[in-house]
């Protein structure tokens, strides 16, 4: 953690403006990244994570720094112990694997310019087929498992493989992997894409694809050999008789393992209006704000807040055809929004917008620059950046989003997702 050492001066500034922020760490998919680390970002997809250090929850922009395609903004803050902000980056699908830069944090008042974490952005894999797609395997041989897709460099096999045996991957490429399996107890069981995931400095990033491999492990590579020795003839035997005719033991009957219940998750994406102190909101809702007509004037105009929207996805590999429902409620239980889903296609999904009775309102930008007179209604001489705009209280454009929301998938339980299933059909924000 780099320290920053200050004249006394400039330290009693500090008590009537923005503190100076310094970055303990960052979080990431569950990992905590040091500020010098390279926080990996996944390619077509909304990446949520958390700046943690004092003073950070200060912060009222973020910029991105050599990484087209990637677009962020803060969407929750905390201050106190632990401060942090929480980020929304989304990697458009063009980003380049691969490719390395750094998120910058802006504030309003900049003692010792800005604070930055650096990034790394990589392509998630996608698992098209696993060859064989069936077998009947034997505990305790080995067998070697061909895996083909796209950005398999990075595959690894998860804890799915523990209680089924000894699993590694052997060679990774880009299109093909080879793992390497050996059984340790006779079972049946189905691989899905919960048996593989990225590299840990990859942050585990859940390999796409709809693929399944039937297997069955039995105790020996004897039996269903279709072999069988004639007995012996009797004892004594010399005076002909026919010998017995030889006996064989029926091959097994083959059972498939039954697919594995779906599982429902909860989903958003976007941000939600919901004004800070002195309400200030989101800076990329100023973004494109017309210059103001005098420089110590500010830049004010009415914006349209994007939608938020939220559902459910499917994550596994089995098809749900039942109709359930997901709901948006507050944190009170009172009901936002209930939606019904007739069926969803494994690794399908389903969203919906937040219904709002209008999707504008009025905003200010305030610069450093800006007269006295406007920065004291919003707070002061420290008020830098975008504000929504102070409006009689009964203009239909001064409105915010609920403080707390909350979905719920599958409210009527109709849908059998197994004893693990049931625990993230609920998210709170």
């Given at each position: 953690?780099?320290?920053?050492?200050?004249?006394?001066?400039?330290?009693?500034?500090?008590?009537?403006?923005?503190?100076?922020?310094?970055?303990?760490?960052?979080?990431?998919?569950?990992?905590?990244?040091?500020?010098?680390?390279?926080v990996p970002l996944i390619i077509?997809?909304?990446?949520?994570?958390?700046?943690f250090g004092g003073f950070v929850d200060t912060a009222n922009r973020i910029e991105d720094a050599g990484l087209p395609g990637v677009k962020g903004s803060i969407t929750a803050r905390s201050g106190g112990?632990?401060?942090?902000?929480?980020?929304?980056i989304n990697i458009a699908d063009s980003a380049k694997d691969g490719d390395e830069g750094e998120i910058r944090l802006r504030y309003p008042v900049e003692l010792a310019g800005f604070d930055k974490f650096k990034v790394k952005l990589f392509a998630p894999a996608k698992i098209t087929s696993v060859t064989p797609a069936s077998a009947v395997l034997v505990v305790g041989r080995e067998i070697v498992f061909t895996i083909r897709g796209n950005n398999l460099t990075?595959?690894?096999?998860?804890?799915?493989?523990?209680?089924?045996?000894?699993?590694?991957?052997?060679?990774?490429?880009?299109?093909?992997?080879?793992?390497?399996?050996?059984?340790?107890?006779?079972?049946?069981?189905?691989?899905?894409?919960?048996?593989?995931?990225?590299?840990?400095?990859?942050?585990?990033a859940m390999v796409e694809g709809n693929f399944e491999a039937a297997i069955t492990v039995r105790a020996d590579s004897s039996a269903g050999s279709g072999g069988g020795t004639a007995p012996p003839p009797p004892a004594g035997g010399g005076g002909g008789g026919t010998a017995p005719a030889p006996t064989r033991t029926p091959a097994p009957t083959r059972t498939t393992a039954p697919p594995p219940p779906p599982d429902l998750v909860a989903t958003?994406?976007?941000?939600?209006?919901?004004?800070?102190?002195?309400?200030?909101?989101d800076s990329s809702l100023c973004t494109n704000l017309p210059a103001p007509p005098r420089p110590d004037q500010a830049a004010t105009g009415t914006v349209t807040v994007p939608p938020f929207?939220?559902?459910?996805?499917?994550?596994?590999?089995?098809?749900?055809?039942?109709?359930?429902?997901?709901?948006?409620?507050?944190?009170?239980?009172q009901v936002v929004a209930t939606e019904t889903v007739n069926s969803l296609t494994a690794g399908g999904n389903q969203t919906f917008e937040m219904r709002r009775a209008t999707s504008q309102t009025k905003v200010i930008r305030i610069?450093?620059?800006?007269?006295?007179?406007?920065?004291?209604?919003?707070?002061?001489?420290?008020?830098?950046?975008?504000?929504?705009?102070?409006?009689?209280?009964?203009?239909?454009?001064?409105?915010?989003?609920?403080?707390?929301?909350?979905?719920?998938?599958?409210?009527?339980?109709?849908?059998?997702?197994?004893?693990?299933?049931?625990?993230?059909?609920?998210?709170s924000f």
């Open positions: 953690m780099v320290r920053r050492i200050l004249p006394l001066c400039v330290l009693a500034v500090l008590f009537a403006s923005p503190a100076l922020a310094i970055i303990d760490k960052v979080q990431a998919c569950g990992k905590d990244f040091s500020s010098t680390a390279r077509g997809r909304t990446n949520t994570i958390k700046v112990t632990g401060s942090n902000i929480t980020i929304e990075r595959l690894t096999a998860t804890s799915a493989w523990d209680s089924r045996g000894n699993a590694r991957m052997i060679s990774t490429s880009a299109t093909e992997a080879r793992l390497r399996f050996v059984p340790e107890r006779v079972r049946e069981f189905n691989i899905t894409k919960s048996f593989f995931d990225t590299a840990p400095e990859f942050c585990f958003k994406s976007g941000s939600l209006l919901r004004p800070g102190p002195n309400r200030q909101i929207r939220w559902g459910v996805i499917n994550s596994s590999n089995t098809a749900v055809n039942t109709a359930f429902t997901v709901r948006l409620e507050t944190a009170t239980g610069d450093a620059v800006t007269n006295a007179n406007t920065k004291a209604q919003y707070g002061g001489a420290s008020a830098i950046g975008c504000f929504q705009l102070i409006m009689d209280a009964s203009d239909p454009l001064n409105w915010k989003d609920p403080a707390s929301l909350k979905i719920k998938v599958d409210t009527g339980n109709t849908v059998n997702e197994g004893s693990g299933g049931e625990i993230n059909n609920e998210i």
